[in-house]
């Protein structure tokens, strides 16, 4: 479905204004609101002026071209990376068997932080002048929360893994990403605003998304475009503390960078992201050897590829090239994604699929939406989180089940709930 602006053309205004202070304090409690933010920076959206349902990404970097060309912006911060209208969008993980819906949708006001610069964008009515909305309502912590279990249970879930490590021993697959869910219940309708400023608070060094209903914080970067250079994080192979927090992390850091299945299941994954830009690059950087990226919960074997990008390719097209990589799928890709739909028994929807935004340039932000959760509108009390583990030639069920559960950490503690 396209709701656009028909013929008529739309104008925007970009003003610079003094500090906001936390971009997340404008979120309304109801009503569309969206953001995606990182230490601090990024951009809240309100309202919505237009919106594209597809599932597809190069479908909605045909349409944003067409939307953007109805614009006529003006701004006090031309050339300025991520500032003026932008589309921000949420894309299902394979979107041949989901029953969910990606988005794409173009807000009425953006109110946005970069370093020392802040700013404000508004479409159409341009009566409404310079003046910042006034900040949502304060936020709601969940009241009791209930937790109702995975769609499987975990030794449901471990014969899976278990099945999948088979196929891989036999050689029919190197890769596959496996993952599962857990549903919650609140005593009422869940306020997201809340969870995500616990995401922001606990976890600043990743990219917390809000969009139509999935919240969560992740620390992958599918790709930023910027100017014409393109940049992609890389994550794959992780370790965690166990409950008592009694390893040291140079420890723990040192024994992830010397083991060989989480360099083996990284390296699938640095080469789907490679080779997925290559076409796209004059020239790339690949490092050798990744480096070790340390979050509160888990820590993550990290490489980040950059590349000089050919003009033309927008960062909607570039994360239809890279969608689905290897961190989150697997390798073959068309192999893994079938494995996936045929043993993982749940619907992922937005889960581990690219979240993020497009500027008027094509320039943008696509992270991977992980560590996070989906609250459907028929049911604002309830909500269901992913998480997923690579699987290769040497993974041990259990200890995937437990890596899963590092996993879940993030949401659970934004949620007040302790991880079981
Ligand atoms: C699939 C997830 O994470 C991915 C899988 C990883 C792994 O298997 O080591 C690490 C980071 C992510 O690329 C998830 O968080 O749900």
Redesign the pocket.
């Known amino acids: 479905m396209i709701l656009d602006f028909g013929t008529a053309r739309m104008r925007a205004t970009t003003v610079a204004i003094a500090d906001p202070g936390p971009l997340e304090r404008f979120l309304p409690e109801s009503g569309p609101g969206s953001a995606f933010i990182r230490r601090g920076d990024g951009v809240v959206a309100l309202g919505e002026v237009a919106r594209f349902e597809t599932d597809r990404l190069d479908a909605a970097d045909v349409w944003w071209d067409e939307i953007s060309n109805q614009i006529d912006h003006d701004s006090e911060l031309p050339g300025e990376f991520g500032t003026g209208p932008l589309a921000l969008g949420s894309f299902i993980f394979d979107p041949d068997r989901s029953m969910e819906r990606s988005v794409l949708t173009v807000p009425q006001v953006i109110i946005g932080r970069r370093g020392d610069l802040a700013w404000m964008t508004r479409l159409g009515d341009a009566r409404r002048g310079t003046a910042l909305p006034s900040p949502g309502e304060p936020t709601r912590r969940p009241g009791h929360i209930t937790q109702m279990g995975g769609s499987l249970r975990r030794g449901e879930w471990e014969r899976i893994v278990a099945e999948v490590v088979t196929l891989i021993r036999s050689g029919e697959v190197d890769k596959v990403?496996l993952?599962r869910d857990l549903h919650l219940k609140a005593d009422g309708p869940l306020d997201l605003r809340h969870i995500y400023g616990r995401l922001l608070e606990t976890y600043p060094m990743t990219w917390a998304y809000l969009i139509d209903g999935l919240v969560g914080a992740t620390?992958?970067l599918l790709l930023r475009r910027q100017g014409g250079l393109v940049t992609s994080r890389v994550?794959?192979?992780?370790v965690w503390q166990d409950g008592s927090g009694a390893v040291d992390p140079l420890a723990l850091a040192a024994e992830l960078a010397r083991s060989e299945k989480?360099m083996s299941?990284h390296a699938f994954?640095v080469r789907s992201v490679a080779d997925a830009l290559a076409p796209y690059c004059r020239a790339m950087n690949v490092p050798d050897s990744p480096s070790v990226l340390r979050l509160p919960n888990v820590m993550?074997l990290a490489t980040d590829v950059t590349g000089v990008v050919e003009p033309g390719a927008t960062s909607l097209a570039l994360a239809a090239a890279l969608h689905p990589s290897a961190?989150?799928c697997g390798t073959p890709t068309h192999l893994a994604m079938d494995i996936i739909a045929e043993v993982e028994t749940i619907d992922r929807g937005r889960?581990?699929g690219p979240v993020g935004w497009v500027d008027m340039d094509g320039d943008g932000e696509w992270a991977?939406a992980?560590?996070g959760g989906q609250v459907r509108p028929e049911s604002p009390e309830s909500i269901q989180l992913?998480?997923?583990?690579?699987i290769v030639a040497d993974s041990t069920p259990s200890v995937e089940v437990q890596?899963?559960a590092a996993?879940f950490v993030p949401m659970l503690q934004a949620l007040g709930v302790a991880p079981s």
């Open positions: 990403v993952a620390p992958e994550l794959a192979g992780t989480d299941e994954a993550h961190a989150v889960y581990a991977i992980l560590r992913f998480a997923g583990a690579g890596e899963t996993k």
